[in-house]
């Protein structure tokens, strides 16, 4: 009789112990793959920031030697305008909507470049050329990195047991990915004096 | 009741065992050495020493305030079959594996060499590329490290003496920077004539026959292996260039820059 009840007070105690070990297990994993998504997401933030005024300061270089420049800058003031909005109303597609303009407004501003040669034989411009390749270099990680975060998180909280604790806990069920248009991503191909 | 208590806390261990076994690594592991993971056995033993001496140096360095420690350069280089295959390194994922720096200050060097791999001398270095931690953009921008590649490794004919080079320009950066530093000076024509007179295994024929001597000879005095014990721990267990050097903990974030050919 004293060893049945042995046996059913240890499985009992096992029981508790597994049940206990796997809920601190299983919050610790939630607040680990949310938390890195939003240190991923703060970094995508980071960047395009970054980004912003490096081009503001790219636009400011090439002013005044044609008309086409006022529009790029437009496009750049443009959709930095949306970001802000689209991050206020927390609309995450529409922040990666405003970051894909923001490419192609970086694109059209390479291309002013390319054709002012003036600009081109001067020292600067291989600063510049290496300033933007460092920061598309950086968001295209950024962007990478949150999108690997997101895919860490949605896979907990949708399989099994991580649903259950995302219920529990009450945690988001999955979170959209940063999707741009294709070409967004792309590091630009800077050559620089003969050598890319 | 006792049996019970230890069955609980195994199955609880053997729980615990499964939520923490992980492994992700893609990417090589960085070399004992750490500072410096020639994959394509390019670097001469002279050029290996000097970035690991460097690198112990630098990574002991503590700001005046305590703040800042832990700085850590990292040199490695791959052979790639084509320029293409360079894609698939990932130098953040290399950077956060290796965990390059403490509080994120680090920098992580990767010279990319197109050729045969069994042939050192037919490889040809095709790209060089600078991976900046998140902490350590505040204090070396990309203008700067472009600069940096194209006034060192990218002109020196010399590749042995082009890495020296971008090695003390970015502990100049470091130094003088983070470190606050008023100057950091070096002087590469020196540096050539330490290369040219560097003797890699130092004058081994005579410490071999000693230690022979020590092994073997019934009149070697007990001092004499007393020495040789503690050479032998030195070498083979306890300090020196044994003891593994290991990453600060760091990540980066992308941010860098580089050159091709």
């Not at chain 2, 040789?228 to 020196?240: H, K, P, R, T, Y």
């Amino acid at each position: 009789m004293k060893k049945v009840a042995l046996i059913v007070i240890g499985v009992i105690g096992f029981v508790v112990v597994f049940l206990g070990i796997s809920l601190i297990a299983g919050y610790n994993k939630l607040v680990d793959v949310k938390v890195n998504v939003d240190f991923e997401y703060s970094e995508i933030d980071r960047r395009l920031q970054q980004r912003y005024d490096t081009l503001t300061q790219l636009a400011t270089a090439v002013n005044g030697f044609q008309a086409h420049e006022q529009t790029v800058y437009n496009m750049i003031t443009s959709a930095r305008e949306s970001y802000a909005l689209a991050k206020a109303q927390g609309d995450l597609q529409g922040m990666a909507d405003a970051d894909g303009l923001m490419s192609v407004a970086l694109a059209d501003l390479l291309v002013l470049f390319e054709d002012n040669e003036p600009l081109q034989a001067t020292e600067a411009y291989g600063d510049y050329m290496d300033a933007v390749w460092g920061i598309e270099s950086a968001l295209t990680e950024a962007r990478r990195l949150y999108n690997e975060a997101v895919k860490e998180y949605n896979k907990f909280v949708t399989k099994f047991p991580g649903v259950l604790y995302a219920t529990l806990f009450s945690y988001t069920s999955e979170i959209d990915f940063w999707e741009v248009s294709d070409g967004a991503t792309l590091i630009p191909n800077i050559v620089f004096g003969g050598q890319e | 009741m006792k049996l019970a208590t230890k069955s609980i806390a195994l199955l609880a261990l053997i729980v615990l065992a499964f939520v923490g076994c992980r492994n992700k690594d893609t990417y090589p592991k960085p070399t004992r050495e750490f500072y410096v993971n020639d994959f394509a056995d390019t670097f001469l033993p002279a050029v290996e020493s000097t970035i690991v001496d460097e690198g112990e140096r630098l990574n002991n360095e503590v700001s005046e305030d305590g703040s800042i420690s832990g700085v850590q350069i990292v040199f490695a280089t791959f052979v790639v079959e084509n320029e293409l295959d360079i894609a698939s390194y990932n130098l953040t994922d290399i950077y956060r594996q290796w965990e390059i720096g403490k509080d994120d200050m680090g920098m992580l060097v990767v010279y990319f060499y197109v050729g045969d791999e069994s042939d050192s001398s037919s490889l040809k270095l095709v790209e060089t590329r600078i991976e900046i931690g998140y902490a350590m953009e505040v204090y070396l921008s990309p203008i700067e490290a472009g600069n940096i590649l194209d006034d060192t490794i990218w002109i020196d004919e010399d590749e042995s003496i082009g890495t020296v080079h971008l090695l003390y320009e970015l502990l100049s950066v470091v130094y003088m920077d983070v470190f606050e530093y008023d100057s950091f000076n070096y002087d590469m024509n020196v540096y050539q004539d330490y290369l040219d007179t560097y003797v890699e295994y130092g004058d081994y024929d005579t410490l071999w026959g000693w230690m022979i001597y020590v092994v073997l000879s019934p009149y070697a005095s007990w001092w004499e292996k007393g020495i040789l014990v503690v050479i032998g721990l030195v070498v083979f267990g306890l300090g020196g260039r044994t003891v593994k050097n290991i990453g600060g903990g760091g990540r980066s974030g992308g941010m860098g820059i580089r050159r091709r050919r």
